[in-house]
């Protein structure tokens, strides 16, 4: 049976681009006993981990060594143990120098149990008296959404903190015991998100591992809350983390199955096209092979997007519009090689009022650099250096590596074309 460690295997050495022949020659072994190896048909063993990080760079040796430990899980999750989590987040006294694949293989381990967690999630026969301050977490709540919008407008560099004083705060509120019954569970659901705020400004800032521990602490807060949604919605920005990171899009498919399946009766029609929308994008990640499959999931997105919203949505959905979805079939059709359907739905998303510059201008400075480059593919300079342009003027107040490294990239392709003025000018000037 393959694991997701051997299709990370196989995605690490096709995203290398060496050929066959040239990868097993330097790896030491014959194509045939490497393919069985990648398909689950040999045991993947410590000498192969290590040929395989010796050619292409990588850290399976350390991830093979860790993966027993991270599947049986180091701290326990039950109250106790979780709350040793979320403490630890929040106050920063645990770091983890783990390289990302080893933290990734972990998150996968609590994906699955977080979904063991939630199956044995039963609510009482007689449900306690519930008790605490509803004012007062919905200042939390509120704080929390404020941190969402935040993060969409000037980048994620104060967020960090900001997301993980809030889990500090919920955590001292969990442990005062003024708290009963469903007061409880929205307690921890709150502190699902305000882990998954914390994840996802530190992934943005390029500290990966650091990303993994907080979803993972998001994750037992969902379980510990009994609310699948709150934990599918941080397996689902920690896919994008996958998918953005060099032979782990298997992966971001695998956290995104997990999810969908944990709320396939609970989540609203807007959730399941967000859920949609990101496998397809993961898709689109593990290569031409999967142009089907990945043109299926945004045809089921724009078909749930259809129905509408509706009261009960999560509120950290609001940035899931039709603009939103055109580019992602844009960042799609170029992963998958047409730049012209990319440049037809980057078109498309500023026609459906996509408000970039305003609401988004991180997210809307990643989606230029690709309409930049679909242009450029196109042999389309002036195109490219318009939505170049656009996309620096996007980050001039935006602290984000993530969106800095695609505009670097970006620049990087513009500089096989110094011979015409306007690229030699922006490269230049910016």
């Known amino acids: 049976m393959t694991s997701q460690l051997n299709e990370d295997l196989r995605e690490a050495r096709r995203s290398s681009g060496l050929p066959w022949a040239r990868f097993a020659r330097e790896a030491g072994y014959a194509p045939s006993h490497l393919l069985n190896v990648e398909n689950g048909s040999r045991r993947l063993t410590p000498e192969i981990a290590a040929a395989y990080d010796r050619v292409l760079g990588t850290a399976f040796a350390a991830a093979l060594q860790d993966a027993g430990t991270a599947a049986a899980g180091s701290t326990p999750w039950d109250t106790a143990g979780n709350l040793r989590v ?35 999630h039963a609510a009482p026969d007689e449900p306690a008296p519930e008790r ?28 960090h903190r900001l997301a993980r004083n809030e889990l500090l705060y919920l955590v001292v509120q969990i442990k005062s015991g003024r708290y009963r019954g469903k007061a409880v569970d929205r307690l921890h659901s709150l502190a699902a998100e305000a882990a998954r705020q914390a994840a996802w400004s530190a992934f943005d800032q390029g500290r990966h591992a650091l990303a993994q521990r907080f979803f993972d602490g998001s994750l037992r807060a969902s379980a510990q809350a009994g609310d699948p949604i709150s934990g599918a919605i941080a397996l689902s920005f920690a896919a994008v983390q996958c998918y ?13 199955e997990a999810a969908g399946t944990e709320v396939r009766d609970k989540a609203t029609p ?4 967000m859920l949609a929308a990101r496998r ?16 299926r999931q945004l045809a089921l997105a724009r078909t749930a997007l259809g129905k509408g919203s509706r009261d009960d949505d999560p509120r950290s959905l609001y940035w899931v519009t039709e603009g939103e979805f055109e580019m992602i079939a844009g960042s799609c059709a170029l992963q998958l090689g047409d ?37 450029l593919e196109m042999h389309d300079l002036d ?16 602290d984000s590596a993530r969106s800095s490294s695609e505009l670097k990239g970006l620049r990087g392709k513009l500089a096989a074309h110094t011979s015409n003025p306007a690229v030699r000018d922006f490269l230049q000037v910016g």
């Open 280 to 295: 397809a994008r993961a898709l689109s990640k593990t290569g031409t092979g999967a142009r089907k499959d990945c043109a």
């Open 383 to 398: 195109a490219a250096v318009a939505n170049a342009r656009h996309a620096a003027l996007c980050l001039g107040s935006v």
């Open 244 to 256: 953005s990171t060099p032979g782990q899009a298997g992966r971001a498919v695998s956290l995104l």
């Open 86 to 120: 979320f403490a630890e987040l929040a106050d920063g006294s645990s770091v983890d120098r783990r390289g990302f694949l080893t933290a990734g293989i972990a998150l996968s381990a609590s994906a699955a149990t977080w979904a063991a967690s939630l199956r044995q």
């Open 132 to 159: 605490g301050d509803p004012e007062l977490l919905d200042q939390v709540d509120k704080r929390l959404d404020d941190l969402r919008h935040l993060d969409d407008e000037v980048g994620s560099g104060e967020v």
């Open 339 to 375: 730049p012209a359907e990319a440049v037809h739905r980057f078109e498309a998303a500023i026609k459906a009022s996509y408000p970039g510059d305003e609401a988004y201008p991180r997210s809307h400075a990643i989606y230029l650099a690709r309409a930049a480059e679909a242009h």
């Open 270 to 273: 807007l959730m399941h096209a």
